[in-house]
Nanobody
Framework: QVQLVESGGGSVQAGGSLRLSCAPS????????MGWFRQAPGKEREFVAA????????AYADAVKGRFTISGDNAKNMVYLQMNSLRPEDTAVYYC?????????????????WGQGTQVTVSS
């Protein structure tokens, strides 16, 4: 069993930056492919970014490409989502997820474990 704990959410003005962190307990994150998803009020959960188990391959949603960066730190057993140039439409609850897949999975059904989520609010 893996527990994922997200942190780093908060409120920021448009154009600002936040860094989300995800700490998987029970296993090192290199055992899983890791992903970030988000869900805005009244909308379905959507893919944001993913990193392959090896850490060598990443994938991003078109909406965040060039602004967000997913990375992992083996020494700290942490996964990060660096979010720059934030926009009001990035406002959502952000979820960290772990997948037994090897690749940087983009579909929520490919993920086996989920965190509780952290709120990100971007004001204009």
């Amino acid at each position: 069993q893996v527990q994922l704990v997200e942190s780093g959410g908060g409120s920021v003005q448009a154009g600002g930056s936040l860094r989300l962190s995800c700490a998987p307990s029970g296993r090192t994150f290199s055992t899983y492919a890791m992903g970030w998803f988000r869900q805005a009020p009244g909308k379905e959960r959507e893919f944001v970014a993913a990193i392959a188990r090896s850490g060598g391959t990443t994938a991003y949603a078109d909406a965040v490409k060039g602004r967000f960066t997913i990375s992992g730190d083996n020494a700290k057993n942490m996964v990060y989502l660096q979010m720059n140039s934030l926009r009001p439409e990035d406002t959502a609850v952000y979820y960290c997820a772990a997948s037994m897949a090897v690749v940087a999975a983009k579909s929520s059904w490919q993920y086996d474990y989920w965190g509780q989520g952290t709120q990100v609010t971007v004001s204009s």
